[in-house]
């Protein structure tokens, strides 16, 4: 491979590591579009875009665990359903046009978005009877403070991460964008745990993707290796950022990243954009 080219790729590895780490978005948004412009066929870019979105995981998830970030248990309980959803949403969408599930899911992170800028953050403090079930901490390094906070409506957010894995099946752009706001706002889960449990989240996603695709020789290798290299090393520096931010902060850029990931969906859904 051209050396510059392999340099190219980590740089674009780069840049959407530090996203994924920042906000728990995956770098799909960011790989796909890129690659597709590279030339490479479509199942080729999805395939390399979740081998980089594996490797920003990874990194940033050994940070977020490590520091009592990211909330495994609450990972795993709702990636459960977010999987259960994803088969069904694939369902689904052989029954729909592609654009109205591109205008749905806009819907749906535009109001998202509005609502993390609008309602302050909520942080329910563990009650007596939590029992450690759903009580937990972590040390925020940007204020030098503990964070407990008790997770709230938990069957509920898992009913909701089902339409948040149907939406990200359907319409091929990571559950992030909706699963960080779920969390947020309705399971009052604070936002520097959200973002960090949604990056965890998201590599066991793409991982069974990326097997599938890896089986049927769809990876280039080489590709693969130039953004996962780039995606891990961005995550490290996202991991390092994330931790010194205030989270009130956090909360709105958040917002204006998906503002802006919404409007590409819908530029694509009026076929302004076409990436294929």
């Not at 009592?68 to 969408?93: D, Q, Y």
């Not at 007596?128 to 964070?147: I, K, L, T, W």
């Not at 931010?245 to 409007?263: E, P």
Request: proline share 3%; glycine share 12%.
């Amino acid at each position: 491979m051209d050396p510059l080219l392999l340099v190219l790729l980590m740089v674009i590895g780069l840049g959407a590591g530090i996203l994924g780490a920042l906000f728990g978005l995956g770098g799909g948004i960011i790989f796909v579009p890129v690659l597709l412009l590279m030339g490479l066929e479509p199942t080729e870019a999805v395939a390399i875009s979740l081998i980089g979105i594996i490797a920003g995981s990874v990194g940033a998830s050994t940070v977020y665990v490590d520091k009592g970030l990211s909330n495994v248990r609450l990972g795993l309980l709702l990636e459960i359903t977010t999987a259960t959803g994803a088969i069904i949403g694939a369902i689904v969408a052989t029954y729909l046009e592609e654009w109205v599930l591109m205008v749905i899911f806009a819907i749906i992170v535009y109001f998202s978005g509005y609502r993390m800028i609008r309602s302050p953050e909520t942080i329910v403090h563990p009650s007596e009877d939590a029992r450690g079930r759903y009580a937990f901490s972590y040390r925020d390094e940007a204020s030098g403070e503990d964070v407990s906070y008790e997770l709230q409506h938990v069957r509920g957010g898992m009913a909701l991460c089902t339409v948040a894995g149907m939406i990200s099946s359907m319409t091929g752009v990571g559950g992030g964008m909706v699963k960080v706001p779920l969390m947020n706002l309705y399971m009052h889960v604070p936002m520097k745990t959200a973002s960090a449990t949604s990056s965890y989240m998201i590599g066991i996603t793409a991982f069974s993707g990326a097997i599938t695709y890896f089986l049927g020789g769809q990876v280039l290798l080489e590709f693969a290796a130039g953004i996962a290299i780039g995606a891990f090393l961005g995550s490290l520096a996202g991991t390092v950022v994330t931790r010194r931010i205030n989270a009130r902060h956090l909360r709105k850029y958040f917002s204006v990243v998906v503002f802006v990931m919404a409007t590409i969906v819908l530029l694509q859904a009026a076929g302004v954009l076409r990436w294929s």
